[in-house]
């Protein structure tokens, strides 16, 4: 391909922040943009991140720019890495490095290198393409590996037949970009991720980088395309035998967790596993997810069906409320994304959800009601005689629950 770029200075020095940031890079080693900043420059796109590549120590012109922007400089020694904050510019720095992995799916061991071996370590041709920001090359592309053709032609190329060996989680990148971008994996890259599936290569990565990949991938609006295609190579597969791909139910819990406020990405991963949820809670474990996320996940995962099923019932106010009282957001969108009535459920969360009495336990206590467990079954009863409109105002509930506790009514 034309390394020459339309206009591609003029792109360079009209993103964001460039303006500031090329007159402070003056006199200091090489430095590029690299990575998905220049495939989306090429594409016309705003770039999201910006990664500079230094051809150099990392932190100390991470220092010197920072000085000159009156910013700060973060040095991470570990990776040679380091960030760069100016107002609202943000600057991540590496050290141009090759790579070589000890073991299948290990973290690489890495040592400094020229930008053409930093290039050939990275993912997919098309993130592997650099611009330059050094005056007087600015905006001249980099592109050894031809990422530039892959771009062109819609394709999603690895630069190495060990690519998907070395790291997996690139199989799960691979459908990401994909879906995003609207591309397709070449053919010999396709015939790498199917042969990686078969071979079980999520056995050697931990639980919390497939986590990442995958949250990711479940995370955007493209996300049903990719389970699809996940499911078409044998990927979901290789993750876990029991995960159900289904990019329509994919789909569902999407528009379900927009309508509820729910995690998409939680809510996308509960769906995968709804089919056999207890078969898969040691997957969901194994991906380190902690807390609440873990729980909401599994929740819906048990609970979404049901839900569902019992939605399309005859409710009364306060049934709903105590059908989906307690439950999480993720529950709420995977029932909406299996087909439950949505009106219903949106009932529940603007009219129902919030509603509680005006009275406490103590209100009843000052009333002379002895105290005893019969007050909490007393308020409970009084609520759902609320929420079915039996009762309303404070005078009311009082009154109601007062007679509840003392079995007169």
Known sequence: MDTSWANLSDRVAAMPGMSELLPSLEGLAPIYLVGGAVRDLLREQPPLDLDLAVEGDAEEVARAVAGRLGG???????FGTATVRAGSLVLDLAQTRRECYPAPGALPEVEPAGLREDLGRRDFTVNAMAVSLTAPEVGKLHDPLRGGDDLEAGAIRVLHPRSFLDDPTRLLRALRYGARLGFELDPET???????????????VSGPRIRDELMDLLAGPEAPAAVARMRDLGLSSALHPALDADPDRVAGAALGSAETGA?????????????????????????????????????????????????????????????????????????????????RVLRYLSDLRGTALEITGGDLLAAGVPGSPAIGRALEETLRRKLDGEVSGRDAELRTAIELAGGRV
């Open 72 to 78: 700060t400089a973060v040095a991470h020694e570990r």
């Open 190 to 204: 396709e015939r790498l991720a199917r042969e990686a599936a078969e071979a079980g290569v999520f056995a050697s």
């Open 263 to 343: 995690d998409p990405a939680l809510a996308a991963l509960a769906a995968l596993c709804c089919s056999t949820p207890d078969e898969l809670e040691e997957f969901v474990s194994h991906l380190s997810l902690e807390g609440r996320p873990r729980e909401a996940v599994l929740r819906a995962a048990r609970h979404g069906p049901d839900l569902a099923e019992a939605l399309r019932g005859d409710l009364r106010p306060s049934e709903l409320h105590a059908l989906l009282g307690g439950e999480p957001p993720e529950s709420l969108a995977l029932a909406l994304g299996l087909g439950a009535p949505g009106e």
